[in-house]
């Protein structure tokens, strides 16, 4: 089959490579419908040292399944799955609190032994606890609000009930990619009334408002610290969605976050060391919180409003590219021509 | 009257300074029946730069009203009553969510105008926001635990609160000096039934199993961890609160906290920057809150428990010197001698 993979800096390419097979009894192999390009693949894409090998990229998928190992009894051969951006077995301690991404026999996409979303196929461990089978024909045109499911939307989703965002928190979220959009429409979702989106692509804060922002800053640095500071009264906002991964937008989520208040931080960070003493977060009482999002344990709440079209969050693609030419798919989203990029096998 | 100050590195002096007098409608001025020493005084006594005014200190005192602005209405001459460690109006938004520390026209004990708690007495202002009285004489032998309301009891109490310790959250707690072992006694009262104390001084960590530890764990950096680790099925706990402030208690607390989990911090941190990327606190998904207490926030809650007896957190006083001896106070507690000691003035 045809999978993608990154072979250094800038260097995608779709190699061929052997047809995914059964390996456990708890496999299933699914055929990718649609895959995607995620912010987070942009990261070893610019820094990625070369490799003869390469590895295999892609986390985000929906597809069918073709075939199911011998203890797979909740999906069956001709269902459409969803798969959340991490494995898991849904029965461990972890699995039951929701922390799908610790799950203690679980993995994430593009490890040895299991390929990348951004393929033909996928062969997926731990099937039942994994996949979501959702009553939709791969011709459903609601299939790019279910692949937000597999992550960014889980994601957007992970940073906002992380921070205990309710009617009665002011929320502001810095990034204006995919993420970020889905964490405004989120922390509507869960009652925020004032959102203020940092960002400054205009199509972007434009779907943001449509999604629930209430205001954008362009600004950035001091600048955009002065204005959210300005629109809250001085205080900041009692919640800070960090949708971006790099130090800058920590630094502006601890210069917008009011005292008591909390960042939630779903950017993968870019950085290992923060300024947590008493200036930034410790003085004024901030929580820190966020990590990868169990977005397994998200699907189910998220669906209903999906299948019914409540909610679009399949608006954050704006772009679809096939499989073979998925480098320009990369291209386009870290030349910020696109905001997220559809992945047609 | 007396006073403590600082005057550089290991130069602590009592000085003669002018009485405190009233200077707003709000003030009350405070006769101090007992202060203390605490682990945060140490950090300037360890680095402080000479300095010829020198820096008046203390933060924890109770003591009996002398004299009231005549605005204030809450407590009068005297009274005996207990000073948290922030003045703070009681009124504002900050101080009605229970973030006193934040108050919009509060401030901190030793700064301009406002002295320091080491001293025969000390003006307050904000009185009706700041002091609770309490119907004790000023010989009671509950006055030791009732000044721990004014800092450690409440410090160990919000560092549970801000990690959500409960009967289902297991507790590490980092630190055996007064505020981690009134950690404990507080996880203890928020219901933990599994809380391991780190500390190495038997005669605290046997106080600490006393309030309330099932584990003590002397070793510390990689050894304290695999240690924590394998009393908690490899895992670690729900909660860690980190009582000390210095960067090797903070990377304990990264060593055994479960995935998923929150450190609480408590201890004034010494440093600025901390880990906090993907290896440490975002790939686990693990919160990092904590602050100054808001020690005001907790005093009625905390009260009737020490009023009837049926905690006691005076017990972690184990020495008391006269004020004119105060230098030998802050001696005893930096070579650890004494684990915190009374200031009698």
Do not use: M, N
């Given at each position: 089959m045809r999978a993608t993979y990154l072979y250094g800096a800038g260097d995608v390419r779709v190699a061929d490579v052997p047809d995914p097979i059964i390996k456990e009894p708890t496999d299933a192999i699914v055929r990718v419908v649609r895959a995607c390009v995620c912010g987070s693949d942009l990261h070893p894409y610019h820094s990625m040292a070369a490799s003869a090998d390469g590895s295999s990229m892609g986390?985000?998928?929906?597809?069918?399944?073709?075939?199911?190992?011998?203890?797979?009894?909740?999906?069956?051969?001709?269902?459409?799955?969803?798969?959340?951006f991490a494995w898991s077995d849904g029965t461990c301690e972890f699995c039951r609190e929701g922390l799908h991404t610790s799950c203690r026999y679980g993995g994430f996409w593009n490890s040895p032994g299991v390929g990348g979303g951004q393929a033909e196929a996928v062969r997926v461990p731990l099937a039942d606890g994994t996949l979501v089978a959702v009553p939709v024909e791969e011709t459903s045109p609601l299939i790019p609000s279910l692949l937000t499911l597999s992550d960014v939307y889980g994601t957007g989703y992970h940073a906002a009930v992380k921070a205990n965002v309710s009617p009665r928190t002011t929320v502001t979220v810095i990034g204006d990619g995919a993420v970020g959009l889905l964490a405004v429409l989120s922390a509507k979702q869960l009652g925020a009334e004032r959102i203020i989106l940092m960002?400054?692509?205009?199509?972007?804060?434009?779907?943001?408002?449509?999604?629930?922002?209430t205001d954008v800053v362009a600004e950035r640095g001091p600048e955009g610290i002065a204005k959210v500071r300005e629109l809250t009264g001085g205080d900041g906002t009692h919640v800070v969605i960090e949708a971006v991964g790099h130090m800058?937008?920590?630094?502006?989520?601890?210069?917008?976050?009011?005292?008591?208040?909390?960042?939630?931080?779903?950017?993968?960070?870019?950085?290992?060391?923060?300024?947590?003493?008493?200036?930034?977060?410790?003085?004024?009482n901030i929580t820190l919180t966020g990590g990868p999002a169990p977005a397994r344990a998200y699907i189910e709440t998220l669906l209903p409003a999906v299948l019914d079209g409540t909610v679009n969050p399949g608006k954050v693609f704006d772009r679809e590219v096939a499989l073979d030419d998925v480098a320009a798919g990369y291209r386009a989203m870290d030349e910020r021509e696109a905001l997220k990029v559809l992945v047609r096998p």
């Open positions: 986390h985000e998928f929906v597809g069918v399944v073709e075939e199911t190992g011998g203890a797979v009894t909740t999906v069956k051969p001709g269902d459409f799955v969803i798969a959340p960002g400054r692509h205009t199509v972007r804060t434009d779907l943001g408002r449509a999604y629930g922002a800058p937008a920590y630094e502006q989520a601890v210069g917008v976050v009011r005292p008591g208040g909390v960042i939630s931080r779903v950017g993968v960070p870019q950085y290992e060391a923060a300024p947590v003493g008493f200036a930034s977060l410790f003085g004024p």
